[in-house]
């Protein structure tokens, strides 16, 4: 599986638009890139995903180069209930890579 | 809809105790997993399982950990004996990805919460 490399911390002030980058130049043609969240003591939480083409929801959106080989997460407006760890993964687009591998995020700090 | 479902949030045991983990995946998620999170970490595998079969558990440290999942429904995790580095979260996860096209969402609980003094 692809590997991902995320700065360790970001901050962002409360109301302006969080860019979270992401390099994942290994990743092969089936795999999609995801981004989780993990805020203090819960569980991690599904952001967005995709494959090569940008998306958007009602949280985020994903911005994927065209070769592949890096992302940026946008938060449009951030707020304070944002502050938490943010995980960019490449998910394998076979059964025999079905698991999400975590590395350690860029913990993103929303200032008031 | 309900979401993973984990027991118990928090657990205090001594070194050497015995101790187990339930979950309660997503109805119908053919796909459950575990994993340990220890403090500053991202989450890491233990074991996936597909239906009843435990598909991968290359990082289940067999000596002490066991884990099953009866009826391809809820699951176990067990440590026996407890040792002080158990301390850790342990969080499972469902998904319901059958293994083409788009893997869609993977599903996690809140995770159990394991102290060992």
């Known amino acids: 599986d692809a590997k991902t490399t995320q700065p360790p911390s970001m901050d962002c002030a409360e109301g302006r638009a969080a860019n979270l980058p992401c390099n994942h130049s290994?990743?092969?043609?089936?795999?999609?890139v995801y981004w989780y969240r993990q805020i203090h003591s819960q569980g991690p939480q599904y952001i967005i995903h995709g494959l090569k083409n940008n998306k958007t929801n009602e949280m985020a959106s994903l911005i994927i180069t065209e070769d592949r080989k890096s992302s940026t997460l946008i938060l449009p407006h951030a707020t304070l209930r944002d502050t938490a760890v943010y995980y960019c993964?490449?998910?394998?687009?076979?059964?025999?890579?079905?698991?999400?591998?975590f590395g350690t995020g860029t913990r993103l700090t929303v200032i008031p | 809809e309900a979401g993973v479902v984990q027991s118990p949030r928090y657990k205090i045991i001594e070194k050497k105790q015995p101790v187990a983990f339930w979950c309660n995946p997503i109805s119908g998620h053919n796909t459950l997993y575990w994993y340990l999170q220890n403090l500053g970490q991202g989450p890491e595998l233990l074991i996936r399982y597909e239906n009843e079969e435990a598909v991968d558990d290359s990082q289940l440290p067999k000596d002490r950990f066991s884990a099953e999942r009866l009826k391809g429904v809820d699951s176990t995790l067990k440590i026996q004996p407890a040792e002080l580095g158990d301390s850790a979260v342990y969080l499972c996860?469902?998904?319901?990805?059958?293994?083409?096209?788009?893997?869609?969402?993977?599903?996690f609980g809140e995770g159990s919460r394991l102290t060992v003094l």
């Open positions: 996860a469902s998904s319901s990805w059958t293994g083409t096209g788009d893997p869609g969402e993977l599903f």
């Open positions: 993964i490449v998910r394998g687009g076979s059964t025999g890579a079905n698991n999400l591998f």
């Open positions: 290994t990743i092969s043609g089936n795999e999609y």
